[in-house]
C-alpha cells in the first residue's frame, strides 16, 4: 500500500512537471520553425541602444510618410492590409516599439513617452518625410497624441483607430475598470504562460489580431506566440499610469487635420462612455472629425479585409487636407 501511495503521489507531482517540460520544448521548436518560417520584413535600427524594427514601403513620392503605430500587445505585421492598400499611392511605415514585434528588448521601463521619443529618432535615422501623417490604433493612440503634442511641427495630420484614452480606467462602469486592470497585468501572467507552449498550442492570442487572414495571420502569430514579445508588452502595460499622465497634458492640435474611427462592437455597458472619450478626442482639433464604424471590433476596425478600407481611406483624407494647408 506504502509503494502505491508513493507511486500515486510520484504521478499527481510529477505529470505537471512533465507536461511544462513537453510544453516548454514545444515552444522552444516552434518559435526556432517560425523564425525561419515567417522571416522579418524591413530592418532593424538602433535607437538608443536598442535596435528597432521599421518597414517601410510605397511611392516616394514628396508627400508625407503615413507612419502607423501598433496597439500594446500588437505588432507591425498587424497594420498589413492598411499598409499595403496605402502603399499605392503614399510613403508609409510601421514599426515595433522595445521589445514587442522583431524589437529587440532594452530592459528598461517602458511608456507612450518613451514610444514617442524613440519613434522621432527612428523617423529622422530612417529618411521618413516630415511632417508625418501618424495613425494610431489602441495604445498607439496614445503615442501619436503625445508624438504630436511634443514635435507639433513635424506632424501634419493625426488619425486615431478606436484610440486608447487616457481616463478610460477612471471613467468606464466599475465591471469595465476591472476588465482593463486585468488586461494589464494578464500580460506579465502571458509571458509566464508562453514558457509552457500553451499559448500557442491553444492559439489564446488569436483575439489579438482578430481580422487577419493567411500569411499576414500567421506571421503575427508566430510572434505573438513568443516569450519576448509578451515580455515588451508587459513593460508597456507596467508604464500605463505613466503613459496616462502624460497623455492628459495634450490639450488642443489646434487646427491640425484630425479623424477619430470607433469601433462600435464593444459590450452596451461600455459603448456609451467610449464613445462620449471618442468624440472628446475628435474635439482636440477644430478640424477634427467623428466616425463610427458600425459592425467592427476593437481589433477588426484596424485589420479586417471589411473595416481596413475605411482606415485607409481617413488616413488618405488627413494626407490631402494636410497636403492643401501646406
Not at 27 to 49: H, W
Not at 157 to 166: E, I, T
Not at 308 to 319: D, E, F, L, Q
Request: hydrophobic share 45%; proline share 4%; with cysteine.
Amino acid at each position: 500500500m506504502k509503494r502505491i501511495a508513493v507511486l500515486i503521489v510520484a504521478i499527481i507531482v510529477g505529470l505537471p512537471v512533465l507536461v511544462v517540460l513537453i510544453g516548454g520544448i514545444y515552444q522552444l521548436a516552434s518559435a526556432a520553425l517560425d523564425r525561419s518560417t515567417y522571416p522579418m520584413a524591413g530592418e532593424l535600427v538602433e535607437i538608443d541602444g536598442v535596435k528597432l524594427h521599421v518597414h517601410c514601403g510605397g511611392q516616394q513620392n514628396e508627400g508625407s510618410t503615413i507612419v502607423l503605430l501598433t496597439g500594446m500587445g500588437s505588432l507591425s505585421s498587424a497594420w498589413t492590409p492598411v499598409m499595403n492598400d496605402l502603399a499605392s499611392t503614399h510613403h508609409v511605415c510601421t514599426y515595433d516599439r522595445d521589445g514587442t514585434g522583431w524589437s529587440e528588448d532594452s530592459g528598461k521601463p517602458r511608456d507612450a513617452v518613451l514610444a514617442a521619443t524613440r519613434l522621432h529618432q527612428l523617423a529622422a535615422k530612417t529618411g521618413m518625410r516630415a511632417p508625418y501623417i501618424l495613425a494610431g490604433h489602441s495604445y498607439g493612440g496614445v503615442v501619436a497624441r503625445i508624438f504630436a503634442d511634443t514635435y507639433s511641427a513635424e506632424t501634419a495630420g493625426v488619425v486615431l483607430v478606436d484610440s486608447a484614452h487616457q481616463d478610460m480606467d477612471q471613467r468606464f462602469p466599475p465591471q469595465a475598470r476591472e476588465e482593463f486592470a486585468n488586461l494589464l497585468s494578464s500580460f506579465g501572467v502571458v509571458e509566464k504562460l508562453h514558457y509552457t507552449g500553451l499559448p500557442r498550442a491553444f492559439a489564446l492570442m488569436a483575439p489579438a489580431v482578430d481580422g487577419l487572414e493567411g500569411k499576414e495571420l500567421m506571421a503575427s502569430m508566430s510572434r505573438l506566440n513568443t516569450v519576448e514579445h509578451m515580455r515588451g508588452s508587459a513593460a508597456e502595460a507596467d508604464g500605463w499610469g505613466t503613459s496616462a499622465v502624460r497623455a492628459r497634458r495634450v490639450t488642443s492640435f489646434g487646427d491640425m487635420p484630425l479623424h477619430v474611427l470607433v469601433a462600435s462592437d464593444w459590450p452596451d455597458f461600455m459603448l456609451p462612455n467610449w464613445l462620449e472619450m471618442q468624440r472628446e478626442l475628435a474635439s482636440l482639433s477644430t478640424n477634427g472629425t467623428f466616425e463610427v464604424v458600425e459592425g467592427a471590433n476593437h481589433s477588426q476596425i484596424a485589420m479586417d479585409r471589411r473595416y481596413a478600407p475605411r482606415v485607409s481611406v481617413a488616413i488618405r483624407g488627413v494626407a490631402a487636407q494636410a497636403a492643401n494647408n501646406n
